[in-house]
């Protein structure tokens, strides 16, 4: 069944916003990838979301909603191409198609390799994990927290960067890629 304004309804609109809600910011992400600036994108992404709702009867609940949405994403930035090409310098359908196409299969392993991050992650010891959200979560100045603890900033920066490679190190045994995150 489908509402006034052509998307689902009942369960299946219960349905599209879950999956909508759950691959979201992976949907954005990959429209983002595509266009020069984030207005570009957000505008694009909100018409990939009313075309993903007028046309959720067409998606095969067998296969990836995330994959199904980024279709008609690049459907829609190719429409955006065309148009904004008239304005200004764009790129080609081909070139973007190509791109497209890379930033699909990069997020293909996205949630494998989060999952991986977030083992990784609880592998660290306390004072790693410590540093870390000091200076990624607090956003505090590494310069205010070496003066707290009493270190030089230069031992901080270079225990984040070990801290970064093992975790890097862990995302690509436990992935079995040799890129790590994307």
């Known amino acids: 069944m489908v509402d006034d304004i ?19 910011q992976a949907i954005f992400a990959y429209v983002f990838s595509l266009l020069p600036r984030r207005a570009d994108a957000e505008d694009v992404f909100q ?13 095969d609940r067998r296969s990836s909603f995330r994959t199904w949405a980024c279709g008609y994403a690049w459907r829609q930035v190719a429409n955006f191409g ?23 299969a990069d997020l293909e392993g996205h949630d494998d390799r989060l999952a991986a991050l977030t083992a990784c992650m609880n592998s660290l010891t306390g004072d ?8 990624y979560r607090d956003k505090k100045p590494l310069k205010d927290v ?10 901080l920066y270079n225990q ?22 994307a």
């Not at 018409?47 to 998606?59: G, H, I, M, P």
């Not at 790693?128 to 200076?135: Q, T």
């Not at 984040?160 to 995150?181: D, E, P, Y």
């Open 128 to 135: 790693e994990r410590g540093l870390l959200d000091v200076a």
């Open 160 to 181: 984040l960067n070990l801290i970064r490679r093992k975790l890097h190190q862990c995302v690509r045994l436990r992935t079995g890629t040799s890129g790590g995150l």
């Open 47 to 59: 018409k990939t979301c009313e075309a993903l709702w007028r046309k959720f009867d067409t998606w």
């Open 82 to 104: 065309r148009f904004a090409g008239r304005e200004r310098h764009w790129l080609d359908d081909d070139a973007i198609a190509k791109m497209a196409e890379e930033r699909a």
């Open 6 to 24: 052509g998307g689902p309804d009942g369960e299946a609109a219960d349905l599209f916003v879950a999956e909508l809600q759950r691959h979201r």
């Open 146 to 155: 070496a003066q707290q603890m009493g270190r030089a900033v230069q031992t």
